[in-house]
């Protein structure tokens, strides 16, 4: 079964610092790849998608991601963080050996921008 | 409508009892999808259903939790039964193609 591995529960960062969310996931077929923001009480938003092409992404927000299939990874990236980005990251794949348009999530990474 | 449409948005209910919740997708997607999101945790695929096919209900927890829907319209997730445990944000989503998802702001379930 696929699976996806967010190896960083939380990640504190300072303002303005960059940042790097990382992300693995199993699969040794092609797949799409998604990065979910949620915000404190909210539901979730879609940040970027990988589909194909480009293997760098770029998202609302200042995000970006990289599509890596050697490492089978897709880390998300913003080079200066603000106060505001502080929320829970959730990366998911979909596809793969699993033909279906079911979506796995990762566990998340809460990302805490201090001042 | 314009999103994905959940209600209630927040339902309290004794151990014991029976709930059902409920799921509007946006008009002609196929697909619509449950997930359950515990307090501090990533979501959980519960139960996915694509136009006509047969649901693919691997997810699901337990034959306390079931779900169907009409064609390509409302979806209800049952939970028979509720355990504390079963206190969650339960999440929908629906899409037309593989990766054009949108959530809904899901039910928040408290089994008291």
């Known amino acids: 079964a696929q699976s996806v591995t967010q190896l960083d529960s939380q990640v504190p960062v300072f303002e303005e610092a960059p940042v790097e969310l990382r992300c693995n996931y199993s699969s040794s077929v092609s797949v799409y790849l998604f990065w979910y923001v949620q915000y404190p009480n909210q539901g979730l938003q879609l940040l970027l998608k990988?589909?194909?092409?480009?293997?760098l992404v770029k998202g609302i927000n200042g995000f970006e991601a990289e599509f890596n299939k050697s490492q089978t990874s897709f880390h998300l990236r913003k080079p200066s963080v603000h106060i505001s980005d502080t929320a829970e990251y959730f990366c998911a794949v979909s596809g793969g050996m699993d033909s279906s348009y079911k979506l796995i999530f990762g566990s998340g990474t809460r990302l805490l921008v201090r001042p | 409508g314009a999103g994905v449409s959940q209600s209630p948005s927040n339902k309290v209910t004794e151990k014991g009892k029976d709930v059902e919740l409920r799921c509007d997708p946006i008009?002609?997607?196929?697909?619509l999808y449950w997930y359950r999101q515990r307090l501090g945790q990533g979501l959980e695929f519960l139960i996915y259903f694509q136009g006509n096919s047969a649901p693919d209900k691997s997810g699901l927890p337990s034959d306390r939790f079931s779900a169907e829907r009409t064609g390509e319209s409302v979806s209800t997730l049952t939970i028979q039964r509720t355990q504390q445990e079963d206190s969650a944000v339960y999440l929908c989503?629906?899409?037309?193609?593989?990766?054009?998802?949108?959530f809904g702001s899901g039910t928040r379930l408290t089994v008291v």
């Open positions: 990988y589909l194909s092409g480009s293997t």
């Open positions: 008009s002609g997607h196929t697909a």
């Open positions: 989503a629906s899409s037309l193609a593989r990766y054009g998802y949108t």
